[in-house]
């Protein structure tokens, strides 16, 4: 069979042919109108041109508004929408960062710097399209001097919304506006880190007083997203030897949604004569923290009878994806509770006897593998697994997937044959 020729490339000999001016005309014809052209031939000619800074500037200027014309419909139809598909979301925020990279790492004109904050400054105001991160960001990579944050400050300001206002009060802090950054502050002292904010701004100053007095009044009045709060006044009661307060502080740091890690950091820092005195005060918050929390330290604690205790009244996971902690400290209970373990695992074989999709028939293999493991590895009952086994196999032979997802990783699967009083028993005895 001959080979199909391939047709001749006349563009290069065309392009060889074609006087200067003609290049040029077609060239500016094709950038006139197509952002991704023009951009394309910016960077090319920036790569393969000694520039002086001024062409260097406008020509980055130039390449920024045009990624910016690119992402620009997609942003709007985002905002129109309050969001729309992973795709379209992922295409702006590539487009986003990769001006934000040029601005950072180039010497863009304070022109097109300009002109893109007055495009991006709408969307932020806005806030409906999703990418406020990323639109700070950008907002951000815009400015060098003091007048360009001065300016950004002032527009974010001028929104009176609370988000920008916050992001006007950082800047004008940044800047040393201490009068605007004032201003701003008073007009929201609602949470710990609020408080926070101010109370460090005064310590920067080095007034000591003021400062904690307005980390006091925090902990007094503040309504929530204390841990900052809490940390300053503990480092402060520390640097001062004042061990008592420390400690409270540190009390409540830890109380406040406890959690395993909390519990053991307040321990460690406490010696065992305090420990002796926080201890009971500590365990009565036990019941204030999230059941999973509470199972972790119980067993921190040893106390096996009230994990165990825990553990009954949850819900065997039955998601894929759960963390999977509550079956690690299942299994670490097999040997103490054998049956009651056992019954926790037989609590995760919901539709065992229904018809359902492959996946759940695949999480139900998981299930059988720690019944499995509990009745012939620790219990030593391997008569009793196989009982229950030949049970399950014989109620769902009329299931193929169920079959092929039990025999891809129970290994007897297939030497197991149900008999006619296996299949008809109960399970009240499981």
Same mark, same amino acid.
């Given at each position: 069979?001959?080979k199909?020729?391939t047709?001749?490339?006349?563009?290069?000999?065309?392009?060889e042919?074609a006087?200067?001016?003609?290049?040029?005309?077609?060239?500016?014809?094709?950038?006139?109108n197509? !952002?991704d052209?023009?951009?394309?031939?910016?960077?090319y000619?920036?790569?393969?041109?000694?520039?002086?800074?001024?062409q260097?500037?406008?020509?980055?200027g130039?390449?920024?508004?045009?990624?910016?014309?690119?992402?620009y419909?997609?942003?709007y139809?985002?905002?129109?929408?309050?969001?729309?598909d992973?795709?379209?979301?992922?295409?702006?925020?590539?487009?986003?960062?990769?001006?934000?990279?040029?601005?950072?790492?180039?010497?863009?004109?304070e022109?097109a710097?300009?002109?893109?904050?007055?495009e991006v400054?709408?969307?932020?105001?806005?806030?409906n399209?999703?990418?406020?991160d990323s639109?700070?960001?950008?907002?951000?990579a !815009?400015?060098?001097?003091?007048?360009?944050?001065?300016?950004?400050?002032?527009?974010?300001?001028?929104?009176?919304k609370?988000?920008?206002t916050?992001?006007?009060r950082?800047?004008?802090?940044?800047?040393?506006?201490r009068?605007?950054?004032?201003?701003?502050?008073?007009k929201?002292?609602?949470?710990?880190?609020?408080y926070?904010?101010?109370?460090?701004?005064y310590?920067?100053?080095?007034?000591?007083?003021e400062?904690?007095?307005?980390?006091?009044?925090?902990?007094?009045?503040?309504?929530g997203?204390m841990?900052?709060?809490?940390?300053?006044l503990?480092? /402060?009661?520390?640097?001062?030897?004042?061990?008592?307060?420390?400690?409270?502080i540190?009390?409540?740091?830890?109380?406040?949604?406890?959690?395993?890690?909390?519990?053991?950091?307040?321990?460690?820092?406490?010696?065992?004569?305090?420990?002796?005195?926080?201890e009971?005060?500590?365990?009565?918050?036990?019941?204030?923290?999230?059941?999973?929390?509470?199972?972790k330290?119980?067993m921190?604690?040893?106390?096996?009878?009230?994990?165990?205790?825990?553990?009954?009244?949850g819900?065997?996971?039955?998601h894929?994806?759960?963390?999977?902690?509550?079956?690690l400290?299942?299994?670490?209970?097999?040997?103490?509770?054998?049956?009651q373990?056992?019954?926790?695992?037989?609590?995760g074989?919901?539709?065992?006897?229904n018809?359902?999709?492959?996946?759940?028939?695949?999480r139900l293999?998981?299930?059988?593998?720690?019944v499995?493991?509990?009745?012939?590895d620790?219990m030593?009952?391997?008569?009793?697994?196989?009982?229950?086994?030949?049970?399950?196999?014989?109620e769902?032979? /009329?299931?193929?997937?169920?079959?092929?997802?039990?025999?891809?990783?129970?290994?007897?699967?297939?030497?197991?044959?149900?008999?006619?009083?296996?299949?008809q028993r109960?399970?009240? /005895?499981?």
């Open positions: 069979m001959a199909k020729k047709p001749a490339d006349s563009l290069p000999e065309l392009l042919a006087k200067r001016e003609m290049l040029f005309e077609l060239i500016i014809k094709l950038a006139e197509r !952002t052209v023009r951009v394309e031939c910016l960077e000619l920036q790569k393969h041109l000694t520039l002086s800074t001024a260097k500037s406008r020509s980055e130039e390449i920024i508004m045009g990624l910016w014309g690119d992402l419909s997609d942003l139809d985002l905002d129109e929408y309050g969001g729309g992973y795709d379209k979301e992922d295409g702006v925020t590539d487009l986003m960062q990769e001006i934000q990279t040029i601005l950072e790492n180039s010497t863009v004109d022109e710097r300009r002109g893109l904050l007055d400054v709408p969307f932020i105001e806005s806030g399209a999703g990418m406020d639109l700070y960001d950008l907002a951000y !815009t400015c060098r001097s003091y007048d360009d944050w001065l300016n950004l400050a002032e527009m974010l300001e001028a929104m009176n609370d988000w920008p916050d992001h006007a950082k800047i004008y802090r940044k800047l040393g506006e009068e605007k950054y004032l201003e701003l502050r008073q929201k002292m609602k949470y710990g880190n609020d926070h904010d101010l109370a460090t701004f310590w920067d100053e080095g007034n000591r007083k400062a904690l007095s307005i980390a006091e009044k925090g902990m007094k009045n503040g309504v997203r841990d900052e709060l809490r940390e300053f503990s480092d /402060r009661a520390l640097e001062d030897g004042n061990r008592e307060y420390y400690l409270a540190q009390f409540e740091q830890a109380v406040d949604h406890l959690t395993l890690e909390k519990y053991k950091s307040f321990k460690k820092i406490c010696s065992a004569e305090e420990w002796m005195l926080f009971p005060k500590i365990v009565e918050q036990f019941d204030t923290s999230w059941a999973s929390e509470q199972l330290i119980r921190e604690r040893e106390e096996y009878d009230e994990a165990l205790a825990l553990l009954l009244k819900n065997y996971p039955c894929v994806g759960d963390s999977g902690e509550a079956l400290i299942a299994k670490q209970l097999e040997e103490r509770f054998p049956e373990i056992l019954t926790y695992y037989l609590s074989l919901t539709q065992l006897n018809n359902a999709p492959r996946k759940e028939y695949a293999t998981r299930v059988m593998v720690n499995r493991s509990l009745l012939v620790v030593k009952d391997e008569a009793r697994w196989k009982v229950f086994a030949a049970k399950v196999k014989g769902n032979l /009329r299931k193929p997937a169920f079959q092929e997802e039990f025999g891809k990783v129970i290994a007897e699967w297939g030497e197991l044959v149900p008999t006619e009083s296996a299949v109960t399970t009240k /005895r499981w």
